[in-house]
């Protein structure tokens, strides 16, 4: 058997493993969030747990990117279920884990993301970009409206709140677990390594240039609602200062990813991370295999080429994301997943 049909094989296998075991089948809603007080308006999707076995869709129509089975609005299951709120990286959107949304779901969790404003795909407003403060705060908006609008507080359960983020997700993650930004250790690491990415990225969005925005962005942006967190390959640890860093004090499950395929660097990154936070806080995953997109969704049979032809220098996304990326996932859905049920209250 060649090693791609072996990889096939095993990723089939326990797809059908996993399958057999889930209590529940993913159903799947559109979500959005009106700001009564502005303009920063959010949308995204919400999974959750339903005992309904169709009708079956597929989530996402498109040629690059592999399709999961839902039912759409489905009937929520009967109870109260953790709730896992997601965070995207720069750029990315409320979709780019939804693989790891609906394994959730499955599991028995409810589970929301939405597109930051200024840092999606579709929002890159260099005047909203810069208000990086606001991120960390529609989380915290997600889990009000979570735990507060009727259709979905009937879902959740508020005494088990969990979080995920992948890469600028990850720098949200660790705000809300309790980090302050610190401009002025920031300022320090970049001059010595100027041509660093995290560097390079904050400082063309002028992020903190200012006193006021400085203000803004130092500020205590921590929700003591949410227990634990998942960081997945992490941008801009060297933001946040060592003694907030410290000072963490809810479980961390980070990923690092050694594959240098996005610009960031570990030792500065997720090894840094680890290394900040008290004994005990953390567990630290390192496989030798995993790049930094590999947090992305699966790519279709032709993605690759797809997007070397219409998106160039985009296709890196889409390097081994078949097979070889679907077995990382289902890798990471199970350890995530015993995270969090390990770690509920």
Aim: aromatic share 8%.
């Amino acid at each position: 058997m060649r090693p791609t049909t072996f990889v096939l094989a095993s990723v089939l296998a326990a797809l059908s493993t996993l399958a057999q075991a889930q209590p529940f089948h993913s159903a799947m809603a559109d979500l959005t969030i009106a700001d009564p007080d502005g303009d920063r308006h959010l949308s995204g999707f919400i999974w959750y747990p339903t005992e309904a076995t169709g009708p079956l869709s597929f989530d996402l129509e498109s040629v690059v990117w592999e399709s999961s089975q839902v039912i759409k609005d489905g009937d929520p299951a009967k109870g109260r279920f953790p709730l896992v709120v997601l965070s995207h990286g720069m750029y990315g959107n409320a979709y780019n884990q939804a693989w790891f949304a609906n394994a959730l779901a499955r599991r028995g969790y409810v589970v929301a993301a939405v597109n930051h404003p200024g840092t999606s795909t579709w929002s890159r407003d260099p005047e909203v970009t810069r208000q990086l403060w606001e991120r960390p705060k529609d989380i915290s908006r997600v889990i009000d409206h979570a735990t507060a609008t009727p259709e979905l507080a009937m879902m959740v359960d508020p005494a088990r709140v969990f979080m995920a983020g992948h890469s600028l997700g990850g720098f949200t993650a660790i705000a809300l677990a309790g980090a302050r930004y610190d401009a002025a250790r920031l300022n320090l690491v970049c001059a010595e390594m100027p041509d660093e990415l995290t560097c390079n990225i904050l400082s063309n969005w002028k992020v903190a240039q200012t006193d006021e925005d400085r203000v803004r962005m130092e500020a205590d942006l921590s929700d003591p609602r949410i227990s634990a967190f998942v960081v997945f390959d992490l941008g801009g640890t060297q933001s946040f200062s060592d003694t907030s860093l410290a000072r963490i004090d809810r479980p961390l499950l980070i990923y690092g990813a050694p594959i240098m395929n996005s610009g960031l660097t570990l030792d500065i990154e997720s090894r840094a991370l680890r290394s900040a936070v008290a004994p005990g806080i953390a567990r630290y995953v390192e496989p030798e295999t995993l790049s930094h997109f590999d947090f992305l969704g699966r790519c279709k049979p032709g993605g690759y080429e797809i997007l070397q032809k219409e998106e160039p220098g985009d296709e890196i996304i889409c390097a081994n994301g078949g097979a070889r990326r679907a077995a990382k996932h289902e890798k990471i859905i199970e350890e995530a997943g015993s995270f969090f049920d390990d770690a509920k209250p």
